[in-house]
């Protein structure tokens, strides 16, 4: 007897146990595919069988974004005293798999097929996201709740994918300020486009900042450290444009309060 073919609903090409694929086979050698892995909500990009990346689908503040992460401190230029001292997405040493995934974000970071295998992931991220009719759709993307900035390369490699996504919102807070610096002197020799304007970059500062960019303003966000709450208020943050984050402390999630990718407006987050 001839069997025949299952047909699978378009883009869908296998499935097994936790993992779906659903672009590209992974057993066999091809260009690129992505699995879903529905218990961690991720998303493993592969190239030629090989795992090259992992794509992160949001979390209880950010529930309708994709994350792409970094190992934390060597991809920190400009880290400072404080963020050294009290980084809260070191936790590679509590979960190992973490450090695995974030270290293989970065050896990928680093690689030519970067832009064309990002691009390629998002774009598959929320083709299937809309598949499985969820409430909430994907509609932004956060670089780096992990990792920073490493290089000007991988800046100018960011403003190509998010260039190519228009109605998509990336966001991102860094504190490289030697790499803005630099990709701002590219743009004004031409070399390089402007950065896109559906991303909404924030410098972070904070009491032990020492570098700041020189060559462009773009809004902050400052780490407040403990000890020095109540000693701006509100409404005088306001008059200098600054909020305070809503979430710290309290239920709001990101998705009701859009200030970091909405506005331009500096944002004030208390330490915790
Ligand atoms: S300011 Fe708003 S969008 Fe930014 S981190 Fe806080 S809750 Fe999220």
């Known amino acids: 007897?001839?069997?025949?073919?299952?047909?699978?609903?378009?883009?869908?090409?296998?499935?097994s146990?936790?993992?779906?694929?659903?672009?590209?086979?992974?057993?066999?050698?091809?260009?690129?595919?992505?699995?879903?892995?529905?218990?961690?909500?991720?998303?493993h990009l592969y190239q030629y069988g090989e795992k090259v990346a992992v794509f992160v689908t949001g979390n209880m503040k950010i529930a309708d974004s994709i994350i792409f992460d970094l190992p934390v401190k060597i991809t920190c230029p400009?880290?400072?005293?404080?963020?050294?001292?009290?980084?809260?997405?070191?936790?590679?040493?509590?979960?190992p798999s973490v450090g695995k995934n974030r270290a293989m974000n970065y050896e990928f970071a680093q690689s030519r097929d970067f832009v064309a295998g990002t691009r390629f992931a998002i774009a598959g991220i929320i083709k299937h996201v809309k598949g499985l009719r969820r409430p909430e759709t994907i509609s932004r993307v956060r670089l780096h709740t992990a990792g920073d900035f490493f290089s000007t390369n991988?800046?100018?490699?960011?403003?190509?994918?998010?260039?190519s996504f228009p109605s998509l919102r990336f966001w991102a807070?860094?504190?490289?300020?030697?790499?803005?610096?630099?990709?701002?002197?590219?743009?004004?020799?031409?070399?390089?486009?402007?950065?896109?304007?559906?991303?909404?970059l924030r410098f972070s500062v904070d009491p032990t900042t020492k570098e700041m960019p020189q060559e462009?303003?773009?809004?902050h966000a400052y780490l407040m450290p403990k000890g020095e709450e109540e000693t701006i208020s509100k409404r005088e943050a306001k008059d200098l444009g600054f909020l305070y984050c809503p979430a710290i402390g309290s239920s709001v999630r990101c998705g009701d309060c859009n200030l970091c990718y909405a506005?331009?407006?500096?944002?004030?987050?208390?330490?915790?």
């Open 154 to 163: 991988y800046f100018a490699a960011w403003t190509r994918i998010i260039d």
């Open 1 to 15: 007897m001839i069997a025949l073919p299952m047909i699978q609903p378009k883009g869908l090409v296998a499935s």
């Open 263 to 272: 506005t331009d407006y500096s944002i004030i987050f208390k330490e915790h």
């Open 78 to 95: 400009g880290m400072t005293e404080l963020c050294e001292a009290i980084c809260y997405a070191a936790i590679e040493h509590l979960y």
């Open 17 to 43: 146990g936790d993992f779906e694929l659903f672009k590209g086979a992974v057993n066999r050698p091809s260009r690129k595919g992505v699995k879903v892995d529905h218990r961690c909500r991720s998303y």
């Open 216 to 219: 462009a303003y773009i809004p």
């Open 173 to 200: 807070y860094t504190k490289s300020s030697a790499i803005l610096d630099q990709y701002s002197k590219a743009v004004l020799s031409g070399l390089v486009a402007p950065v896109p304007s559906n991303l909404n």
